[in-house]
Protein backbone atom coordinates (compact mmCIF):
# COMPACT_ATOMS: atom_id res chain seq x y z
CA UNK A 1 0.00 0.00 0.00
CA UNK A 2 1.20 3.55 -1.09
CA UNK A 3 1.53 6.13 1.57
CA UNK A 4 1.49 9.84 0.64
CA UNK A 5 2.53 12.45 2.49
CA UNK A 6 2.18 16.08 1.47
CA UNK A 7 5.28 18.45 2.95
CA UNK A 8 4.08 22.04 3.09
CA UNK A 9 7.06 24.26 2.39
CA UNK A 10 7.92 26.62 4.79
CA UNK A 11 7.69 30.48 3.94
CA UNK A 12 11.73 32.07 2.98
CA UNK A 13 12.29 35.45 4.27
CA UNK A 14 14.16 35.88 0.81
CA UNK A 15 12.29 36.01 -2.24
CA UNK A 16 15.08 35.22 -4.99
CA UNK A 17 15.21 31.97 -2.89
CA UNK A 18 11.75 31.56 -2.97
CA UNK A 19 11.46 31.55 -6.62
CA UNK A 20 13.78 28.45 -6.78
CA UNK A 21 12.63 26.36 -3.93
CA UNK A 22 10.51 23.86 -4.89
CA UNK A 23 12.49 22.14 -7.18
CA UNK A 24 15.62 22.54 -4.97
CA UNK A 25 13.34 21.35 -2.31
CA UNK A 26 12.63 18.24 -4.54
CA UNK A 27 15.90 17.17 -5.36
CA UNK A 28 16.94 17.75 -1.66
CA UNK A 29 14.40 15.26 -0.78
CA UNK A 30 14.69 12.55 -3.78
CA UNK A 31 18.80 12.59 -2.61
CA UNK A 32 18.21 12.56 1.79
CA UNK A 33 15.01 9.81 1.42
CA UNK A 34 16.77 7.46 -0.86
CA UNK A 35 20.55 7.36 0.38
CA UNK A 36 18.55 6.59 3.52
CA UNK A 37 15.94 4.30 1.80
CA UNK A 38 18.49 2.76 0.22
CA UNK A 39 16.23 3.30 -3.10
CA UNK A 40 14.78 6.53 -5.05
CA UNK A 41 12.84 7.86 -3.36
CA UNK A 42 9.18 9.50 -5.68
CA UNK A 43 8.93 13.01 -4.45
CA UNK A 44 7.67 15.89 -6.83
CA UNK A 45 5.49 19.64 -6.09
CA UNK A 46 2.32 18.81 -6.47
CA UNK A 47 -0.52 22.26 -6.23
CA UNK A 48 -3.76 21.31 -3.71
CA UNK A 49 -6.28 24.47 -3.88
CA UNK A 50 -3.80 27.08 -5.13
CA UNK A 51 -1.30 25.80 -2.33
CA UNK A 52 2.30 24.36 -2.83
CA UNK A 53 3.36 21.17 -1.64
CA UNK A 54 6.36 18.68 -1.65
CA UNK A 55 4.71 15.16 -2.19
CA UNK A 56 6.43 11.99 -1.08
CA UNK A 57 5.09 8.55 -2.17
CA UNK A 58 6.21 5.52 -0.45
CA UNK A 59 5.48 1.50 0.60
CA UNK A 60 5.80 1.31 4.28
CA UNK A 61 7.18 -1.91 3.86
CA UNK A 62 10.54 -0.23 2.60
CA UNK A 63 11.53 2.69 5.36
CA UNK A 64 12.73 0.44 7.10
CA UNK A 65 15.96 -0.25 5.23
CA UNK A 66 17.80 2.35 6.04
CA UNK A 67 18.02 2.16 9.45
CA UNK A 68 15.78 0.57 12.15
CA UNK A 69 12.45 1.63 13.58
CA UNK A 70 10.68 4.07 10.33
CA UNK A 71 13.27 6.61 9.46
CA UNK A 72 10.95 8.29 6.80
CA UNK A 73 9.61 10.66 9.49
CA UNK A 74 12.72 12.11 11.47
CA UNK A 75 14.19 12.68 7.62
CA UNK A 76 11.05 14.28 6.50
CA UNK A 77 10.75 16.55 9.30
CA UNK A 78 14.94 17.48 8.54
CA UNK A 79 14.48 18.91 5.43
CA UNK A 80 15.10 22.37 4.69
CA UNK A 81 11.94 23.47 3.72
CA UNK A 82 9.81 21.21 6.08
CA UNK A 83 6.91 23.59 7.78
CA UNK A 84 3.75 20.99 8.42
CA UNK A 85 3.02 17.59 6.89
CA UNK A 86 -0.15 15.84 6.31
CA UNK A 87 -1.36 12.34 5.17
CA UNK A 88 -3.48 12.68 2.23
CA UNK A 89 -6.75 10.89 1.17
CA UNK A 90 -7.90 11.01 -2.24
CA UNK A 91 -10.83 9.38 -1.34
CA UNK A 92 -12.44 12.49 -0.24
CA UNK A 93 -13.04 10.64 3.38
CA UNK A 94 -10.69 9.73 6.59
CA UNK A 95 -10.90 7.57 9.41
CA UNK A 96 -10.61 8.98 12.96
CA UNK A 97 -7.62 8.54 14.69
CA UNK A 98 -7.94 4.80 16.64
CA UNK A 99 -9.37 4.76 19.72
CA UNK A 100 -11.54 7.55 18.85
CA UNK A 101 -14.62 5.82 20.13
CA UNK A 102 -14.36 2.88 21.51
CA UNK A 103 -17.81 1.62 21.39
CA UNK A 104 -17.60 1.46 17.74
CA UNK A 105 -19.70 4.00 16.45
CA UNK A 106 -19.16 5.75 12.76
CA UNK A 107 -16.07 7.52 13.37
CA UNK A 108 -16.02 8.23 9.09
CA UNK A 109 -14.77 11.75 8.91
CA UNK A 110 -17.40 13.97 5.92
CA UNK A 111 -16.49 13.73 2.61
CA UNK A 112 -16.12 17.75 2.80
CA UNK A 113 -13.18 17.93 -0.50
CA UNK A 114 -15.60 18.83 -3.10
CA UNK A 115 -13.97 20.25 -6.43
CA UNK A 116 -10.88 22.60 -6.93
CA UNK A 117 -11.75 25.00 -9.86
CA UNK A 118 -10.23 22.83 -12.54
CA UNK A 119 -12.86 20.38 -11.42
CA UNK A 120 -10.28 17.71 -9.86
CA UNK A 121 -11.06 16.39 -6.71
CA UNK A 122 -9.40 17.81 -3.40
CA UNK A 123 -7.81 15.26 -0.92
CA UNK A 124 -8.89 15.43 2.70
CA UNK A 125 -5.19 16.71 4.59
CA UNK A 126 -5.22 15.72 7.97
CA UNK A 127 -2.39 16.76 9.98
CA UNK A 128 0.53 14.27 10.66
CA UNK A 129 2.88 14.73 13.81
CA UNK A 130 6.54 14.63 13.40
CA UNK A 131 8.94 13.60 15.79
CA UNK A 132 11.31 16.22 17.18
CA UNK A 133 14.91 16.26 15.83
CA UNK A 134 16.12 19.42 16.16
CA UNK A 135 18.14 19.72 19.92
CA UNK A 136 17.98 22.98 20.09
CA UNK A 137 15.41 26.19 19.03
CA UNK A 138 15.70 28.08 15.62
CA UNK A 139 17.16 30.73 17.70
CA UNK A 140 20.65 29.42 17.08
CA UNK A 141 20.31 29.75 13.63
CA UNK A 142 18.75 33.33 12.98
CA UNK A 143 19.49 35.39 15.84
CA UNK A 144 23.15 36.17 14.89
CA UNK A 145 22.46 38.31 11.77
CA UNK A 146 25.43 40.26 9.51
CA UNK A 147 25.46 41.60 5.93
CA UNK A 148 26.42 38.48 3.78
CA UNK A 149 24.55 35.94 5.71
CA UNK A 150 23.62 32.68 3.83
CA UNK A 151 19.93 31.63 3.41
CA UNK A 152 19.66 29.48 6.79
CA UNK A 153 16.92 27.08 4.80
CA UNK A 154 20.08 26.63 1.74
CA UNK A 155 22.64 26.25 4.87
CA UNK A 156 20.45 23.12 6.04
CA UNK A 157 20.49 21.65 2.23
CA UNK A 158 23.73 22.02 2.10
CA UNK A 159 24.21 19.91 5.61
CA UNK A 160 21.45 17.17 4.76
CA UNK A 161 22.87 16.87 1.10
CA UNK A 162 26.49 16.36 2.07
CA UNK A 163 25.53 14.10 5.16
CA UNK A 164 22.95 11.75 2.59
CA UNK A 165 25.96 11.07 0.72
CA UNK A 166 28.10 9.35 3.54
CA UNK A 167 27.99 5.67 4.06
CA UNK A 168 27.57 6.66 8.19
CA UNK A 169 24.34 8.73 7.11
CA UNK A 170 22.58 7.74 9.71
CA UNK A 171 24.68 9.45 12.33
CA UNK A 172 22.85 12.51 11.29
CA UNK A 173 19.75 11.40 13.20
CA UNK A 174 21.99 9.57 16.14
CA UNK A 175 24.24 12.66 16.58
CA UNK A 176 27.72 11.16 15.84
CA UNK A 177 27.91 12.35 12.01
CA UNK A 178 31.47 13.71 12.03
CA UNK A 179 31.20 16.88 10.16
CA UNK A 180 33.66 19.55 9.09
CA UNK A 181 33.02 22.99 7.28
CA UNK A 182 36.80 24.24 6.59
CA UNK A 183 35.56 27.79 5.42
CA UNK A 184 33.02 28.36 8.11
CA UNK A 185 32.48 32.21 8.39
CA UNK A 186 30.39 32.97 11.49
CA UNK A 187 29.32 29.56 11.70
CA UNK A 188 25.73 29.45 9.69
CA UNK A 189 26.42 25.53 8.82
CA UNK A 190 27.79 25.19 12.27
CA UNK A 191 25.02 26.07 14.01
CA UNK A 192 22.71 23.95 12.05
CA UNK A 193 24.89 21.12 12.94
CA UNK A 194 24.75 21.79 16.75
CA UNK A 195 20.03 22.39 16.41
CA UNK A 196 20.95 18.67 14.70
CA UNK A 197 22.77 16.96 18.13
CA UNK A 198 25.59 17.00 15.77
CA UNK A 199 29.53 17.82 17.32
CA UNK A 200 30.61 19.67 14.64
CA UNK A 201 34.10 21.23 13.08
CA UNK A 202 34.51 24.52 11.78
CA UNK A 203 37.72 26.35 10.30
CA UNK A 204 38.35 29.80 8.87
CA UNK A 205 41.14 32.35 8.60
CA UNK A 206 39.05 35.04 9.61
CA UNK A 207 40.11 35.53 13.64
CA UNK A 208 37.01 38.26 13.62
CA UNK A 209 34.46 36.13 12.20
CA UNK A 210 35.78 33.45 14.32
CA UNK A 211 35.84 35.77 17.73
CA UNK A 212 32.15 36.93 16.67
CA UNK A 213 30.80 33.59 16.24
CA UNK A 214 32.32 32.29 19.66
CA UNK A 215 31.11 35.71 21.83
CA UNK A 216 27.00 34.74 20.17
CA UNK A 217 27.32 30.80 21.15
CA UNK A 218 28.76 31.58 24.35
CA UNK A 219 25.74 34.57 24.99
CA UNK A 220 23.27 32.29 23.73
CA UNK A 221 24.35 29.53 26.17
CA UNK A 222 24.06 31.56 29.05
CA UNK A 223 20.87 33.08 28.23
CA UNK A 224 19.33 29.48 27.58
CA UNK A 225 21.22 28.06 30.83
CA UNK A 226 23.04 25.48 29.16
CA UNK A 227 25.78 23.82 31.21
CA UNK A 228 29.19 24.20 29.06
CA UNK A 229 32.95 24.80 29.46
CA UNK A 230 35.14 26.11 26.97
CA UNK A 231 38.85 26.18 26.43
CA UNK A 232 41.12 27.26 23.88
CA UNK A 233 45.25 27.50 23.03
CA UNK A 234 47.21 27.49 19.77
CA UNK A 235 47.36 24.64 17.07
CA UNK A 236 50.23 22.27 17.13
CA UNK A 237 51.54 20.35 13.79
CA UNK A 238 50.58 17.14 13.59
CA UNK A 239 54.06 16.58 11.12
CA UNK A 240 56.98 14.61 12.97
CA UNK A 241 59.11 18.26 13.56
CA UNK A 242 55.78 18.84 15.58
CA UNK A 243 56.03 22.87 16.16
CA UNK A 244 53.25 25.51 16.77
CA UNK A 245 52.46 28.44 14.76
CA UNK A 246 49.42 26.88 12.68
CA UNK A 247 46.76 28.93 14.44
CA UNK A 248 44.25 29.08 17.68
CA UNK A 249 41.91 26.61 18.73
CA UNK A 250 38.65 27.28 20.48
CA UNK A 251 36.36 24.33 22.14
CA UNK A 252 33.04 24.47 23.31
CA UNK A 253 31.20 21.66 25.47
CA UNK A 254 27.50 22.09 26.04
CA UNK A 255 24.80 19.74 27.35
CA UNK A 256 20.92 20.11 27.99
CA UNK A 257 21.04 20.12 31.99
CA UNK A 258 23.35 19.03 34.78
CA UNK A 259 22.17 15.46 34.90
CA UNK A 260 23.31 15.07 30.80
CA UNK A 261 26.70 16.94 31.60
CA UNK A 262 27.50 14.20 34.62
CA UNK A 263 26.57 11.27 32.37
CA UNK A 264 28.61 12.81 28.99
CA UNK A 265 25.99 13.35 27.26
CA UNK A 266 27.44 16.46 25.31
CA UNK A 267 27.68 18.11 22.34
CA UNK A 268 31.21 19.24 21.15
CA UNK A 269 31.90 21.91 18.71
CA UNK A 270 35.54 22.81 18.01
CA UNK A 271 36.38 26.18 15.85
CA UNK A 272 39.56 26.45 14.21
CA UNK A 273 41.53 30.12 13.14
CA UNK A 274 43.63 28.71 10.63
CA UNK A 275 44.16 28.63 6.78
CA UNK A 276 42.25 26.02 5.35
CA UNK A 277 44.61 24.49 2.97
CA UNK A 278 46.30 23.07 6.63
CA UNK A 279 44.16 21.69 7.87
CA UNK A 280 45.22 18.10 7.37
CA UNK A 281 48.10 19.33 9.59
CA UNK A 282 45.87 19.72 12.45
CA UNK A 283 43.10 17.08 12.23
CA UNK A 284 43.34 13.73 12.17
CA UNK A 285 43.60 12.14 8.90
CA UNK A 286 40.28 10.44 7.54
CA UNK A 287 37.96 12.04 10.76
CA UNK A 288 35.53 13.42 8.62
CA UNK A 289 31.55 11.97 7.40
CA UNK A 290 30.53 14.92 6.14
CA UNK A 291 32.35 18.34 4.41
CA UNK A 292 29.95 21.35 3.79
CA UNK A 293 31.68 24.34 2.11
CA UNK A 294 30.34 27.85 1.39
CA UNK A 295 33.04 28.36 -1.01
CA UNK A 296 33.85 32.31 -1.69
CA UNK A 297 31.76 33.94 -4.08
CA UNK A 298 34.48 36.23 -5.75
CA UNK A 299 35.48 40.04 -6.12
CA UNK A 300 32.16 41.07 -5.05
CA UNK A 301 32.52 39.94 -1.51
CA UNK A 302 36.32 40.20 -1.40
CA UNK A 303 38.75 39.80 0.99
CA UNK A 304 41.94 41.67 1.64
CA UNK A 305 44.03 42.76 -1.62
CA UNK A 306 47.18 40.96 0.30
CA UNK A 307 47.59 37.61 2.12
CA UNK A 308 43.50 36.20 1.57
CA UNK A 309 42.68 33.98 -1.46
CA UNK A 310 39.88 35.77 -3.68
CA UNK A 311 39.71 33.58 -6.51
CA UNK A 312 37.58 30.50 -5.64
CA UNK A 313 39.00 28.12 -8.10
CA UNK A 314 42.84 28.71 -6.58
CA UNK A 315 41.42 28.32 -3.00
CA UNK A 316 39.60 24.92 -4.32
CA UNK A 317 42.89 23.82 -5.57
CA UNK A 318 45.13 24.69 -2.81
CA UNK A 319 42.82 23.30 0.09
CA UNK A 320 41.96 20.02 -2.12
CA UNK A 321 44.47 17.86 -0.74
CA UNK A 322 43.87 18.75 2.43
CA UNK A 323 40.11 18.49 2.70
CA UNK A 324 40.29 15.03 0.90
CA UNK A 325 42.90 13.66 3.34
CA UNK A 326 40.64 14.72 5.73
CA UNK A 327 37.65 12.61 3.76
CA UNK A 328 37.06 9.25 5.10
CA UNK A 329 36.53 6.38 2.41
CA UNK A 330 32.52 6.51 2.83
CA UNK A 331 32.49 10.38 3.18
CA UNK A 332 30.58 12.91 1.43
CA UNK A 333 31.19 16.11 0.14
CA UNK A 334 28.61 19.32 -0.55
CA UNK A 335 30.03 22.67 -2.02
CA UNK A 336 28.14 25.57 -3.02
CA UNK A 337 29.87 27.65 -5.56
CA UNK A 338 28.85 30.46 -7.98
CA UNK A 339 29.20 29.66 -11.14
CA UNK A 340 30.72 33.03 -12.23
CA UNK A 341 33.85 32.79 -10.66
CA UNK A 342 33.66 28.62 -10.33
CA UNK A 343 32.43 27.48 -13.60
CA UNK A 344 31.03 23.44 -13.48
CA UNK A 345 33.30 21.72 -15.34
CA UNK A 346 36.16 23.13 -13.51
CA UNK A 347 35.37 22.54 -10.69
CA UNK A 348 34.67 18.91 -11.30
CA UNK A 349 38.14 18.56 -13.28
CA UNK A 350 39.69 19.75 -9.29
CA UNK A 351 37.41 17.20 -7.72
CA UNK A 352 38.14 14.54 -10.34
CA UNK A 353 42.43 15.02 -10.01
CA UNK A 354 41.79 14.72 -6.48
CA UNK A 355 40.09 11.31 -6.55
CA UNK A 356 36.22 12.63 -6.12
CA UNK A 357 33.50 11.62 -8.36
CA UNK A 358 31.19 14.18 -8.81
CA UNK A 359 27.66 12.68 -8.81
CA UNK A 360 25.00 15.75 -9.24
CA UNK A 361 24.80 17.18 -12.78
CA UNK A 362 25.50 20.39 -14.34
CA UNK A 363 22.91 23.15 -13.20
CA UNK A 364 21.08 20.54 -10.31
CA UNK A 365 21.12 23.23 -7.91
CA UNK A 366 21.17 26.15 -9.94
CA UNK A 367 19.56 29.19 -8.63
CA UNK A 368 20.29 32.93 -8.88
CA UNK A 369 21.09 34.94 -5.38
CA UNK A 370 21.89 37.99 -6.69
CA UNK A 371 22.71 39.71 -10.25
CA UNK A 372 26.62 38.84 -9.79
CA UNK A 373 25.98 35.38 -7.99
CA UNK A 374 24.60 32.40 -10.13
CA UNK A 375 24.75 29.93 -7.12
CA UNK A 376 24.94 25.79 -7.45
CA UNK A 377 26.17 22.89 -5.59
CA UNK A 378 28.39 20.31 -6.29
CA UNK A 379 28.27 16.72 -4.28
CA UNK A 380 31.07 14.60 -4.74
CA UNK A 381 32.20 11.53 -2.72
CA UNK A 382 35.65 9.70 -3.19
CA UNK A 383 36.36 7.08 -5.97
CA UNK A 384 36.21 4.15 -3.43
CA UNK A 385 33.15 5.24 -1.82
CA UNK A 386 31.43 1.38 -0.73
CA UNK A 387 28.26 2.86 -1.92
CA UNK A 388 28.71 4.33 -5.18
CA UNK A 389 26.84 2.20 -6.86
CA UNK A 390 23.90 2.99 -4.81
CA UNK A 391 24.77 6.66 -5.18
CA UNK A 392 25.26 7.16 -8.87
CA UNK A 393 21.48 5.37 -8.93
CA UNK A 394 20.34 8.75 -6.96
CA UNK A 395 21.85 11.12 -8.93
CA UNK A 396 19.91 9.46 -12.39
CA UNK A 397 16.57 9.67 -10.38
CA UNK A 398 17.37 12.81 -8.24
CA UNK A 399 17.51 15.18 -11.90
CA UNK A 400 14.80 13.89 -13.72
CA UNK A 401 12.29 17.07 -14.28
CA UNK A 402 10.50 17.99 -10.81
CA UNK A 403 7.12 18.74 -12.86
CA UNK A 404 4.65 20.14 -10.83
CA UNK A 405 1.60 17.69 -10.14
CA UNK A 406 -2.23 19.40 -9.67
CA UNK A 407 -5.13 17.55 -7.63
CA UNK A 408 -5.58 14.85 -9.64
CA UNK A 409 -4.01 11.41 -7.76
CA UNK A 410 -1.10 9.86 -9.90
CA UNK A 411 0.11 6.23 -10.20
CA UNK A 412 3.17 5.63 -8.14
CA UNK A 413 6.22 4.85 -11.24
CA UNK A 414 8.20 1.78 -10.60
CA UNK A 415 11.23 2.10 -8.69
CA UNK A 416 14.59 1.68 -10.21
CA UNK A 417 16.03 -2.10 -9.51
CA UNK A 418 18.15 -2.40 -5.96
CA UNK A 419 19.38 -4.69 -4.24
CA UNK A 420 19.80 -2.52 -1.04
CA UNK A 421 20.88 -4.02 2.01
CA UNK A 422 20.89 -3.01 5.42
CA UNK A 423 23.08 -0.73 5.50
CA UNK A 424 22.25 1.18 2.27
CA UNK A 425 24.65 -0.61 -0.02
CA UNK A 426 22.77 -0.92 -3.82
CA UNK A 427 23.32 -2.82 -6.99
CA UNK A 428 21.68 0.04 -8.74
CA UNK A 429 22.08 0.71 -12.24
CA UNK A 430 24.69 3.32 -12.45
CA UNK A 431 24.01 5.77 -15.50
CA UNK A 432 24.54 9.11 -14.43
CA UNK A 433 22.45 11.97 -15.39
CA UNK A 434 23.57 15.26 -16.29
CA UNK A 435 21.09 18.50 -17.05
CA UNK A 436 23.12 20.98 -18.62
CA UNK A 437 21.49 24.56 -17.81
CA UNK A 438 23.18 27.68 -19.97
CA UNK A 439 20.68 30.04 -20.03
CA UNK A 440 21.12 33.22 -17.69
CA UNK A 441 18.79 33.01 -15.07
CA UNK A 442 16.08 35.85 -14.31
CA UNK A 443 16.64 39.09 -13.27
CA UNK A 444 15.13 39.04 -9.54
CA UNK A 445 13.73 41.99 -7.00
CA UNK A 446 15.49 41.10 -4.02
CA UNK A 447 19.39 40.56 -3.01
CA UNK A 448 20.35 37.50 -0.88
CA UNK A 449 23.98 38.14 0.41
CA UNK A 450 26.50 35.43 0.98
CA UNK A 451 28.43 34.94 4.17
CA UNK A 452 32.15 36.28 3.68
CA UNK A 453 34.27 33.24 3.88
CA UNK A 454 38.00 34.50 3.69
CA UNK A 455 41.57 32.48 3.39
CA UNK A 456 44.95 32.72 2.68
Known amino acids: M ?31 LGAHLGA ?32 LRPLVAQLSSTFAVFEASESGAAAAPAGAD ?11 TGPDPTGSALPLLRPTPLPEVMRHGSELETTLRYPGKTNEQFTALLLNLAAALSSRRGGVLRGDLALLDPTCGRGTTLSRALRLGLSPTGADIDAKDIDAYRTFLTTWAKQHHLPHTQSSGRLGLRSPAGGRGAGSRWDLELAADRRAQRAGEVQKLCLLTCDTTRLAEVLPDRSVDALVADLPYGVQHGARTEGWQRSPLDLLEQAMPAWRALLRTGGGMALALNRRTAPYERVREILGSHGLTVLSGDGAFRHRVDQAIDRDVVLAVPDDHPQLDLLRALAASADEPAAPQLTAPRATPAMAPSSATGDGTSAAATT ?3 ATTTDPPARAEAHEPRERTRHE
Not at 102 to 112: E, F, K, S
Request: no cysteine; glycine share 6%.
Open 102 to 112: PAGADTTVPDT
Open 432 to 434: DSE
Open 40 to 71: PADVREREIAGVDYLEIRTDPQDTAQGSSGDP
Open 2 to 32: TESLLVLRAPSANRVFTASAGPLAVREARWV
